[in-house]
């Protein structure tokens, strides 16, 4: 079941970006990904709502077990490493994200075998995003 938000993030129709071509090194390709990620449940971070994004968890669906570790593989193999919290001058994290359509996904780069969870949030943080748009500045 599909968690609503007032903020909630896009779930149908990625357009890519950056179109990576071929398959990646773990055979794991961004049309896998984009599989992946209209399969699983996505939950909004109640808990950190200063920094509006939403998260899936590899235990919801134990049967998607392998994509989720392909996924994660994924955004560290073609990911981007960027500060966070964006612009700050004493960034707390470095994480790698992948940008995919209006979102960007990360882990928080513990070994692939103890990841848990997934992150994504609008490519632009001060965006206002709703179902199935792109982002509009607010």
């Not at 179109?19 to 699983?40: L, M, Q």
């Amino acid at each position: 079941m599909r968690e609503t938000t007032p903020r909630a993030l896009p779930r149908a129709s990625y357009p890519h970006q950056t179109r990576i071509e071929g398959v990646t090194p773990n055979g794991f390709t961004i049309d896998d990904a984009v599989a992946y990620i209209d399969k699983v449940r996505w939950q909004f971070a109640k808990t950190m709502p200063r920094w509006p994004h939403e998260y899936t968890v590899r235990e919801w669906r134990p049967e998607l077990d392998g994509d989720f570790e392909r996924f994660a593989s994924l955004i560290r193999q073609i990911g981007v490493v960027k500060a966070w919290p964006y612009g700050s001058t004493n960034p707390r994290y470095h994480h790698t994200y992948l940008t995919i359509g209006v979102l960007e996904y990360w882990t928080m780069g513990d070994a692939l075998t103890e990841t848990t969870v997934i992150n994504r949030a609008a490519v632009d943080p001060t965006a206002e995003v709703s179902e199935g748009q792109a982002p509009t500045s607010v």
